[in-house]
C-alpha cells in the first residue's frame, strides 16, 4: 500500500488534495489487483520474502556494527569513553528520528532504506579499511557513530513504511509476525556471529562483515517491487518541519491513532531495556547466577517468537484491539509474577508468558499501525511509535538500579506490570481501539 505526500502550502491545497486523492486511488487500485483470491500468503510471496531477507539482514548487520563499535571503543579508549561513543549515535537518532518520518513520506520508503543501506555499506567499509590502516581512535568512531545515528533515523520509519506497500491489508499481521521472527533471529545469530569475527579479525573484521550484510540488504531491497505514490510536484510540498508537525497533529486528531501511539509507548518503554536489566539484578539477587539470567531470557525470547510465528501462520485475528487488550493483562500478569518467582524453573515458564503477551502485543500494534494510517503520514507515525518505544526506555534505566536497592526486584517488576495495566487501560477505555480490526484499512 502506497501513499502520497502531505498537503502543500494554503495557496496550493485544493490542488495538492485532488493529487492526494488521486494517489491513493490509484494505489488502492493497484494493491486490489495484487490481492488475487489465490495469491499465497506472506509467507510464500517471493516478493515479501526479498524483503525479509534484506531486512534481516540489515538488522544482523547493525548489531553486528554496534557490538563491534563498542568493542572498538572499549580497546581504544577504555571502559569510561564507551558512553560517550554510544551517545553519539543515540542522540541523533532521537533528535531527527520525527524528520526521518518526514522524509520517508516525502520520498518514499524503498529509496530511503535502499540509500539507508548503501549510507551504511560505505560508511563501514572505509571505517574498516582506516581500522586497518591508521591507529583507531575516538576521532574515527564518534564520526561513525555519528552517522549511523543520523541514518537510523531515517531508516526505522521507512522500514516501518514497507509492508503496507508490498502487501495487502488482510496480510500485514503475518508480514509483522515475520518481522518478529527476524528480529528474534538476528538477536540469535548477532552477537554469536560477532564473536567469532572479533576473535578473528578484530574491530576491522567485523565492521567488513557488517559492511557485507548491508551489501547484501541493499541488492535484496533493489528487487524488492513497491506500489508507488502518484508525484507531486515539489512546489507543492510543504517544507519537512511542517510536515513533520501535520504528522504530529494528523495522530492527534485520529480517533484510533491516538491511543493506539500512548499504547505503544506504554508497552514498549518497559521492555526495550529496562526488563533485561531488571532480569540481572533479580538473577543476582536471587543467586541463579549469568546463566540463570540467560535461561529466563532465551525463555522470553523464546516466547515472543512462539507468539510471531502463531501471527504469522494464522490469518490474523479479526478483533485485533481486544486480542491485544487480553496480551498486555497477560503482560502484566507474568512480569509481576516473575519479580516474586521462587525458583528458577519458575522464572523461566514466567519469561516464556511474558514473551508470549510482549510478542502478542508488539506484533499487533506494529499491523494495527500500518492498517489504520494513511499512506501518506506512515512514515511520520511510525516515527512517533518508535520514538515512544525507544526514546523512553533510556529514561527508566537509573530508575531501575535504585528501586531495586531500595525495594527489591519484586517491586521493580510489579512498577513494569503496573505501566502493561496503565497500557491495556488505555486500550480498553477506547471503544474504537478494542473493536478494531486488522481488514479494514484507514478507518475502523
Known amino acids: 500500500m502506497s501513499g502520497q505526500e502531505a498537503a502543500g502550502t494554503a495557496g496550493t491545497a485544493e490542488a495538492t488534495e485532488t493529487a492526494g486523492r488521486a494517489g491513493t486511488a490509484g494505489t488502492a487500485e493497484r494493491v486490489e489487483r495484487a490481492a488475487d483470491p489465490v495469491a499465497p500468503p506472506a509467507y510464500r510471496d517471493a516478493n515479501v520474502l526479498r524483503w525479509l531477507t534484506a531486512y534481516t539482514a540489515s538488522v544482523t548487520g547493525d548489531l553486528l556494527y554496534f557490538l563491534a563499535l563498542t568493542w572498538a571503543a572499549t580497546r581504544v579508549a577504555g571502559p569510561s569513553q564507551v558512553g560517550l561513543v554510544i551517545a553519539a549515535g543515540a542522540l541523533p537518532r532521537a533528535v531527527l528520528m520525527l524528520g526521518g518520518g518526514a522524509v520517508a513520506d516525502r520520498f518514499g520508503p524503498r529509496k530511503i532504506a535502499v540509500a539507508s543501506d548503501a549510507t551504511r555499506c560505505a560508511v563501514i567499509l572505509a571505517a574498516a579499511l582506516m581500522l586497518v590502516a591508521t591507529t583507531p581512535g575516538l576521532w574515527l568512531l564518534v564520526p561513525v557513530a555519528l552517522v549511523f545515528g543520523v541514518v537510523d533515523a531515517v531508516f526505522m520509519p521507512a522500514v516501518g513504511a514497507l509492508p503496507p506497500r508490498i502487501t495487502t491489508h488482510d496480510q500485514l499481521a503475518r508480514v509483522n509476525g515475520m518481522r518478529g521472527l527476524s528480529i528474534r533471529l538476528s538477536n540469535a545469530v548477532g552477537p554469536l556471529l560477532a564473536g567469532v569475527v572479533l576473535a578473528a579479525g578484530g574491530a576491522a573484521g567485523a565492521f567488513t562483515a557488517a559492511g557485507l550484510l548491508f551489501a547484501a540488504s541493499l541488492a535484496l531491497l533493489l528487487t524488492v517491487r513497491t506500489a508507488e505514490p502518484v508525484a507531486v510536484r515539489e512546489s507543492e510540498r510543504p517544507s519537512l518541519l511542517r510536515e513533520s508537525a501535520e504528522g504530529l497533529r494528523y495522530i492527534r486528531r485520529h480517533a484510533l491513532l491516538g491511543p493506539l501511539v500512548v499504547v505503544v509507548g506504554l508497552s514498549e518503554m518497559c521492555f526495550s ?172
Open 273 to 444: 531495556g529496562p526488563v533485561a536489566a531488571g532480569l540481572v539484578l533479580l538473577a543476582d539477587e536471587r543467586g541463579w547466577g549469568a546463566s540463570g539470567m540467560g535461561w529466563v531470557a532465551s525463555a522470553f525470547s523464546v516466547g515472543a517468537a512462539g507468539a510471531a510465528m502463531l501471527l504469522t501462520v494464522g490469518s490474523g485475528p479479526p478483533r485485533a484491539g481486544l486480542v491485544m487488550f487480553c496480551a498486555l493483562l497477560l503482560t502484566a500478569a507474568g512480569t509481576a509474577a516473575l519479580g516474586y518467582a521462587p525458583t528458577l524453573a519458575s522464572a523461566v515458564v514466567l519469561g516464556a508468558v511474558v514473551g508470549v503477551g510482549s510478542g502478542l502485543t508488539s506484533t499487533l500494534t506494529g499491523a494495527l499501525v500500518q492498517t489504520v494510517t494513511e499512506p501518506r503520514y506512515l512514515g511520520r507515525v511510525t516515527a512517533v511509535t518508535t520514538l515512544c518505544a525507544l526514546g523512553l526506555a533510556p529514561v527508566l534505566f537509573p530508575a531501575v538500579g535504585l528501586t531495586v536497592a531500595a525495594w527489591g526486584s519484586g517491586v521493580l517488576f510489579a512498577a513494569f506490570a503496573a505501566v502493561c495495566l496503565l497500557a491495556a487501560s488505555v486500550a480498553l477505555a477506547s471503544t474504537t481501539l478494542r473493536r478494531v480490526g486488522l481488514g479494514t484499512p484507514h478507518g475502523v
